[in-house]
């Protein structure tokens, strides 16, 4: 009986989780083009380091996914 009531309370959450509230959705592109921005920034300062490399297509990813979410967002309000 309580292995049920763990699966429900799992299952109550996962929903919970897909359903965002929409201003922490809609800041998502934001959040990636920030860390990305950041990454490289880093990179830029020290760039001595082999893994520092890494870290800069990891940031410029972030860029580049916040930038193509936040320009499909704009093509898909534009064609409402």
């Not at 009986?1 to 763990?6: D, I």
């Not at 359903?19 to 921005?37: C, D, Q």
């Not at 990891?58 to 898909?76: K, P």
């Amino acid at each position: 009986m309580r292995k049920l009531a763990v699966s429900q309370d799992l299952a109550l959450s996962l929903e919970v989780a897909m359903r965002l509230p929409k201003p922490v959705y809609e800041i998502v592109p934001y959040f990636l083009v920030a860390v990305g921005t950041l990454f490289i920034v880093l990179v830029l300062k020290q760039y001595r380091y082999a893994p520092m490399l890494f870290i800069w297509f990891v940031g410029l990813f972030c860029i580049i996914a916040g930038l193509g979410l936040i320009v499909m967002r704009f093509i898909a309000r534009r064609s409402r």
